[in-house]
């Protein structure tokens, strides 16, 4: 019988860009698709984020005609759960073997200095958990230090929403840093796809991450796989 696996959805409550009207918040795919793998499995999971409560949308990923997020936006459960998530420091992270880090702009704001999320993410791997993000929640990963002091992403290998993207959404100067950039600099061996807004994930042992919110269910799935194939 398979092992029962309990998931935890990291989202951003950060909503305001610095010169835009437009609200930022969760990039909605991001969670839906991932989770929609987990779904298949019947797996546990928790909604949390930086301050808890509320996890705002940004409204450029409400779209109507994907039937993914039709279907668990207009799920109770998974609704109850965005409107009322944890404060991530009142996880207990014993209770969970995978986290994620789902993106939206906003993450790179709340997510990249966060203590608790750091700690938290350090717990899960080190007792061998599964570590993923996609898109701009790769910027919860930045930080995050081992026990031996090392940083998590020091020489892995990983992806993460790239310049090009960045600047075709024409969002580049809005941000506070250049996701692809600080990965670099931070010694993780960041690559990408060959065109922008595809689908990519990279795998190094238990840290699965995904480019853009087109990668997302490819992350789920991955982190499915190599849960069940250990």
């Known amino acids: 019988m398979d092992p029962i696996y309990r998931a935890l959805i990291v989202c951003t409550n950060h ?9 930022t918040g969760l990039w909605l795919s991001e969670a839906t698709h991932f989770y929609d793998e987990l779904a ?3 797996l546990p999971y928790d909604i949390a ?14 779209d109507r005609r994907d039937a993914i997020n039709e279907k668990w936006y207009h799920d109770p459960t998974f609704r109850t759960k965005l409107d009322n998530s944890i404060r991530i420091e009142d996880v207990t992270s014993a209770l969970y073997q995978i986290i994620y880090f ?3 702009h906003g993450t790179m ?3 990249p200095d966060n203590s608790a999320l750091q700690v938290i993410t350090r717990q899960i791997y080190e007792k061998g958990g599964m570590v993923a993000a996609v898109c701009h929640g790769v910027s919860a990963l930045l930080n995050v230090t081992l026990s031996d002091g090392s940083l998590l992403i020091d020489n892995k290998q990983l992806t993460g929403f790239s310049n090009m993207e960045e600047k075709l959404v024409r969002l580049e100067e809005e941000v506070p840093f250049l996701l ?9 061996i ?4 060959l065109l922008p807004f595809l689908p990519y994930i990279e795998v190094d042992e238990r840290l699965v991450t995904g480019q853009n919110p087109l990668s997302a269910r490819k992350v789920g799935r991955k982190v499915l796989e190599e849960m069940y194939e250990k």
């Open 15 to 23: 909503t305001d860009y610095p010169t835009k009207p437009h609200k």
């Open 40 to 42: 298949s499995r019947n």
């Open 49 to 62: 984020s930086p301050n808890g409560g509320p996890v705002p949308i940004d409204e450029k990923s409400l």
């Open 102 to 104: 789902a993106g939206g």
């Open 109 to 111: 704001w709340d997510f």
């Open 180 to 188: 692809e950039d600080l990965l670099r600099q931070k010694k993780a």
């Open 190 to 193: 960041y690559s990408k796809s």
